[in-house]
Each structure stands twice: as structure tokens, then as C-alpha cells.
């Protein structure tokens, strides 16, 4: 599920964790919304920030923690100081420090673990470290799941995900497939439309290894101990990644069905320039279902509706159905992913 190199990180990122207030997902400057990094940024300002509490990270250390460049860094604190979003004090010569000029928690904030920025994840057979909108997506699901004031799950759906980080509705569903493909988070329940809510679960038995493996010391040969590779784990490892390219070789056999279909719309004009009138309307509603404007909300829903229906009419004259854009998937229950909806293995793998 992960190629560990935990042990090896710093001793600082072993258990380091940032507060990110929701605020700050809404949070603009200029007119325009944070980036990623920026919000990543000044959720560790805040995170340090109080009364008398400074953060004192120097631009190494939140690339470091954060896994971005020192340029990134700097441009960000220049940006945050001229906004009047941060303040600065440079009575320490040896590092100066930060703080939220407004730091304000009340509204809640999710917890985003330092190691999620460096880790290795094995996503249907390849080692890929998650995008900062995945992070952003598992940990608000991971915050959620780990409450223990909650029910230990996460019910939302993908338009609600939307709203609270600030992200389109493609990065969401391409972070939610992520995140399910590589067996992090499980779905028991689906949502029959992106307005309607699922359940989300995490993987907690990963999580509980993955966080296990960072605190343990280095083994008697030298390795780090979440390094050393036994007979049992090696061939655990190779089921894993030979299951994964089973269910990554049906994937894309059926996707290639569908893959001709797709670039006939993509280079058709008229297709291509509703579909681009369509795609921001689902943030759109969503801020103004948040908003309680339900008049912009009706006017918006209708627009997206009529823009559905004649994309459907331009389809049908290119001939396209759109059971032609489904990928004919050998099994219904998983869609050749291996895991069915309830988060456990499907049936389907073969027995070898």
C-alpha cells in the first residue's frame, strides 16, 4: 500500500501535524483564492500562532516540512505580509518569527499529518505521492473519521467537499478515486448523484501499522525498522502489486473502449463549448446553496439542466450515446478496482 521510508524522515515530521482553520480555505487575497501552498503556509502560522506563541520555521523548515521550494515559501510570506494577513518579527536575529494577524479557529479546522506531503503510496501498482488536493481531501476525512466525539466516519458528498476545501468538482472526484483505489479510505455507502452525501471511512488498520512503523527505532542490522523486509512481508508485497496490475490492466482495457468516444466531444467545437459553460456551474451552486440564496441556486440549477440537455442533443447528433462513455467494466459490484463499495475486497480477483 506504501513504500515506507518513514523511519527515514526527519525526527521534526514523526508525529508533526498542522491545524488548518476552514477559514482559510476561503480565505482571498487580491480577489483571488489561496493557492494550495499558500493555504498549507499560513495553516502553519496559525497553527503556532497566540497570545504570546510565534512560529518560528525558517524558510528551510517549512520546505522541509511541506515538501515546497524556499522560493515558493518566500513568495508566499511576502504575499501574506503586504496582504496584512501575517505579521513579522525580526527582533531575533538568529530566525525571525510569524503570526496570523487574525487567527481565527472558531469555526473549526481539519488536521493535516506533516508525513502525508512525503510518503510514497502505491496506487494501482505505482508509487505516487498524494497531490496537495488529495491531502487536503483525505485529511478533512481523516479529521472527520478520527473525532472521538464523532461517529467515526465522514457523510458528505462531493459538492459539500467542494464548498468546505475550495476545490472544483473534477480534482474532488479525482482525489476521492485516488484515495479508494489505493485502499485508504473506504465508501459503504455511495451517493446516487454529487449532491447527495456518502459515508467515507478510513483505512484505520494502515494508518495504525503506517504511524507505528515512524515511531519504531532502527532494527539490529542497521535499517530502519519500517525497512527491514522479511520472506512473509516481501511476498505479502508482491500479492499486493500483482492484484494491483490485475485490476490496473482491466481498468484500462475498458477505458480504452471508451477513449475514441471521448476525443470525438473533446474536438468537437460546439460540445466542447457547452461543456465549458457547464463545468464551473457545480462550484457555483454550491457557494450559493452554502450562501442560503436559494433564488441564484434555482437559476443556476436550471442553466446547468438546459446545458445538460443540449449536450445530449449534440451527442446524439455525433452519433454518441452515453452508455458509449461508460467503460464496460468486467465486474458490475467493483468496477474492476478490487474493492466493492462496502470497502472490502471484491470476488472477482482470480485464486491463483
Request: charged share 30%; aromatic share 8%; proline share 4%.
Amino acid at each position: 500500500m506504501y513504500q515506507s521510508k518513514a523511519a527515514q524522515l526527519n525526527t521534526s515530521l514523526k508525529g508533526g501535524f498542522c491545524r488548518r482553520p476552514y477559514t482559510l480555505f476561503k480565505k482571498t487575497i487580491d480577489g483571488k483564492n489561496l493557492t494550495r501552498v499558500e493555504n498549507i503556509i499560513f495553516s502553519a502560522i496559525s497553527s503556532f500562532s497566540g497570545e504570546d506563541a510565534r512560529c518560528k520555521l525558517s524558510y528551510s523548515g517549512f520546505s522541509e516540512r511541506y515538501n515546497v521550494s524556499r522560493a515558493s515559501v518566500a513568495r508566499t510570506i511576502r504575499k501574506g505580509k503586504a496582504a496584512g494577513l501575517i505579521e513579522q518579527d525580526k527582533s531575533n536575529r538568529a530566525c525571525a518569527s510569524y503570526r496570523m494577524a487574525e487567527n481565527d479557529m472558531t469555526g473549526g479546522y481539519i488536521i493535516t499529518e506533516d508525513y502525508l506531503y512525503h510518503v510514497l503510496f502505491s496506487v494501482c501498482g505505482q508509487a505516487r505521492k498524494l497531490t496537495r488536493a488529495t491531502v487536503d481531501v483525505l485529511s478533512l476525512i481523516k479529521t472527520h473519521c478520527d473525532n472521538k466525539n464523532g461517529d467515526g466516519c465522514f457523510t458528505g458528498s462531493v459538492r459539500s467537499i467542494m464548498t468546505i476545501l475550495h476545490l472544483s468538482k473534477r480534482t474532488v472526484q479525482q482525489a476521492l478515486k485516488l484515495l479508494l483505489n489505493a485502499d485508504l479510505i473506504f465508501r459503504p455507502h455511495k451517493g446516487i448523484n454529487n449532491r447527495s452525501k456518502s459515508e467515507f471511512h478510513i483505512n484505520k488498520t494502515f494508518f495504525r501499522k503506517f504511524e507505528n512503523a515512524m515511531r519504531k527505532k532502527p532494527a539490529a542490522n542497521g535499517k530502519p525498522a519500517s525497512e527491514v523486509r522479511t520472506p512473509r512481508f516481501v511476498a505479502e508485497a508482491d500479492a499486493r502489486a500483482d492484484r494491483e496490475r490485475f485490476y490496473a490492466q482491466r481498468r484500462s482495457q475498458a477505458e480504452a473502449k471508451v477513449k475514441p468516444f471521448r476525443i470525438a466531444l473533446d474536438t468537437d467545437p460546439i460540445y466542447h463549448n457547452l461543456e465549458a459553460q457547464r463545468r464551473p456551474l457545480s462550484f457555483l451552486i454550491a457557494k450559493a446553496d452554502v450562501a442560503g440564496d436559494a433564488a441564484q441556486s434555482k437559476e443556476l440549477t436550471a442553466k446547468e439542466q438546459d446545458l445538460t440537455k443540449r449536450m445530449l442533443q449534440r451527442m446524439k447528433e455525433l452519433g454518441i450515446s452515453p452508455e458509449d462513455l461508460q467503460p464496460p467494466y468486467r465486474c458490475k459490484l467493483c468496477n474492476d478496482t478490487g474493492t466493492r463499495p462496502d470497502g472490502f475486497r471484491c470476488t472477482c480477483y482470480p485464486l491463483r
